[in-house]
């Protein structure tokens, strides 16, 4: 059996361009790609802090250390300038693999700079 769970996650990245007419993809800083082992034309699935959208798209490296996180083509209607997003990959699994996978997290400030890295999350209190 094959699990789909979650492969890694940049957390809180704030969008910097929106760009309608730029062939369709996600451009993300080439150093946070790395850091959260996502690769070049990897699905993609955002979620729009701001509005609640949620779409799926690739990654496509910007400059290293830029900080941009820009949304392209037709993903541009779903996000603005200045919106927060998660952006995650997810992977297949089988059940051992799954059992010691740990997703690389990585938590961003308003201008795209690594606040901190984690491989779990804490647990929800009530």
Known sequence: MQLTLLKCKLHRA???HAE???EG???ID???LDLAGLHEFEQLHLYNITNGERFSTYAIAAAAG???ISINGAA???ACVGDRIIICAYAQLDAGEARAHRPRLVYLDESNRVVRTANTIPVQAA
């Open 66 to 68: 830029s900080g941009v």
């Open 30 to 32: 080439a150093r946070l």
């Open 14 to 16: 704030r969008v910097t």
């Open 25 to 27: 993809s996600c451009a």
């Open 20 to 22: 309608l007419d730029y």
């Open 76 to 78: 541009a209607h779903k």
